[in-house]
């Protein structure tokens, strides 16, 4: 699913890696109850087959330290879905996973399993199995990128760099390292990343630095007259940014959760 | 080879169409045989600027269709030797345009033309991407004000990732800022924006600075381009502005406010 074979005709390169963002749906167990996760696993698809028909699985292990994870995956395949693999399990569980030819997801960070759990707690009837389809930025998404891009962009160049001025309607997201931009960034452009941000221009757009929650990230710009600026979820806007903060070479950064901006 | 010049802003109203008629104009009068292509299908102007409305015939989206061949639809300038228009359709949208129907019109262009001027219809919509795709160089057409501005930089991002050669990996479109309207007294009162404010915002070469002037809405409303008014300013600076275009060194003019002396008082009043 994730692998891609394309290249045919080059026989030096028959395949390639590549990371995917992709939505997988998460089984969460709620009641260490074996059988009525069958039943009600059952009476779940019975609602719509043909979209779970061979649906590929991941099981959460978190809540369940005790679960007999051969077992579920069985219960899994006999409802005609695919188990793929395990998250957030204890290493003996990750061991047990690989026997029985499950993936091991790596463990979620703090904030987002956070949220799941807490996504789960206020979605859920009180039900003893229930399906939790995942999208977007949550947790098995990004660990499936984080599982398998590391290859190419760390080892690679964590930082990007962008030589033409940014311009207005432009996204630039540098993910998993930091972004320098020599030129600038105009109003009505937005530049991302992971980490740190470098502006050798003037900023008159929007910054956002440390978006997957890098409190020590950073912002730097050489004229600062932007829309917003952001570093782990912390945000001021232009109105209030000080007037007197705008020239110069300036470095945005957060002090005990207060962004702070100061001269260089 | 022909070389493919859009004109092009983003914003409406700015001036491209008059630039589109001017700079063609000017190619022409130097030589270069020049064809100037209006590519603002449903809201065609430019055959009403160059003086040629009563003699469209077949247009822009016949020869795409292959309702008509070119030789049909391209109408002859009376004043210019060298200068050709092909006007747009005013009954049709922009849907009429096609990548391939486009790139065949042009193709056959480039085999008989030096230059193909391609006038862009304002947004960033369908007809304003055909009219930059295939170009080798932009004219980017600014008035002097905050939001012309920004919707060219809008258009200088769109030039740098959506056209032709930058989908093929080729040297990126050779981008030129052409600032219009401007008024050297309402910059020195802080009303517009200075040239090299907008040269610092947009980061281009700048082609020239074509001064407000009331002889532009003269030229439009006569159908004579504005660039044939060799005595205006607006006339003399496109002039220029085409010089520099073909690689001459032109000082820029028109950027101060005019000192007039006891004599200049007198007799220009």
């Known amino acids: 699913m994730v692998l891609k074979s394309k290249n045919k005709i080059q026989v030096e390169r028959a395949f390639e890696f590549k990371g995917r963002m992709l939505t997988l749906t998460v089984l969460n167990v709620i009641e260490n109850d074996l059988a009525a996760i069958d039943q009600q696993l059952g009476e779940k698809i019975a609602q719509a087959p043909e979209f779970f028909k061979n649906s590929p699985i991941v099981i959460d292990a978190n809540v369940f330290e005790s679960i007999d994870l051969k077992r579920v995956a069985n219960i899994i395949r006999d409802h005609q879905l695919v188990p793929v693999g395990i998250i957030g399990g204890n290493p003996k569980q990750e061991l047990l996973a690989a026997d029985i030819g499950l993936g091991v997801f790596p463990k979620i960070r703090a904030v987002s399993s956070d949220k799941s759990d807490r996504k789960t707690k206020n979605n859920k009837e009180p039900e003893t199995g229930s399906l939790n389809s995942v999208t977007g930025k949550q947790q098995t998404v990004e660990n499936t990128q984080e599982q398998l891009v590391p290859v190419v962009e760390i080892t690679k160049s964590p930082t990007m760099l962008i030589k033409q001025p940014v311009r207005s309607g432009q996204q630039i997201y540098a993910r998993g390292g930091d972004l320098v931009v020599m030129s600038s960034v105009g109003a009505g452009a937005e530049v991302l990343a992971d980490g740190h941000i470098h502006i050798y221009g003037s900023l008159r757009g929007r910054a956002l630095a440390g978006v997957q929650g890098d409190t020590q990230a950073r912002i730097f710009c050489n004229n600062l007259d932007a829309e917003l600026l952001s570093i782990a979820g912390q945000y001021k806007i232009s109105d209030d940014i000080p007037q007197d903060a705008k020239n110069g070479l300036v470095q945005i950064y957060l002090d005990n959760e207060q962004m702070k901006i100061q001269g260089l | ?269």
Do not use: W
């Open chain 2, 1 to 269: 080879m022909a070389k493919i010049i859009v004109i092009t802003s983003g914003k409406g109203g700015v001036g491209k169409t008059t630039t589109s008629a001017a700079i063609s104009t000017g190619l022409a009068k130097r030589g270069y045989k020049t064809v100037v292509i209006d590519f603002d299908v449903g809201l065609r102007n430019l055959d009403l600027i160059m003086g040629c409305e009563r003699r469209v015939v077949y247009d822009f989206v016949n020869v795409i269709k292959e309702e008509a061949n070119l030789n049909q639809a391209l109408i002859k300038d009376k004043r210019v030797d060298n200068l050709y228009i092909l006007p747009a359709s005013q009954t049709r949208d922009k849907d009429a345009l096609d990548i391939e129907g486009v790139q065949r019109v042009i193709d056959d262009l480039a085999k008989d033309f030096a230059y193909i001027i391609c006038d862009s219809p304002a947004g960033i919509e369908k007809g304003a991407m055909m009219a930059m795709y295939f170009a080798d160089e932009a004219i980017v057409v600014t008035n002097p004000e905050v939001s012309s501005v920004r919707d060219s930089d809008r258009v200088l991002g769109i030039l740098a990732s959506k056209t032709k050669r930058a989908e093929e990996n080729q040297d990126p479109v050779k981008e030129s800022l052409l600032l219009t309207r401007y008024s050297p007294e309402r910059v020195e009162k802080g009303e517009m924006l200075s040239v090299e404010d907008v040269k610092d915002i947009l980061a281009i070469p700048l082609l020239g600075v074509i001064p407000e002037s009331e002889s532009v809405l003269q030229a439009s409303n006569s159908g004579q381009p504005v660039i044939l008014d060799e005595e205006s300013d607006a006339g003399k600076a496109y002039e220029d502005a085409v010089g520099r275009l073909l690689g001459d060194e032109v000082p820029h003019r028109f950027l101060e406010v005019e000192k007039k002396g006891f004599f200049g008082r007198l007799f220009r009043g």
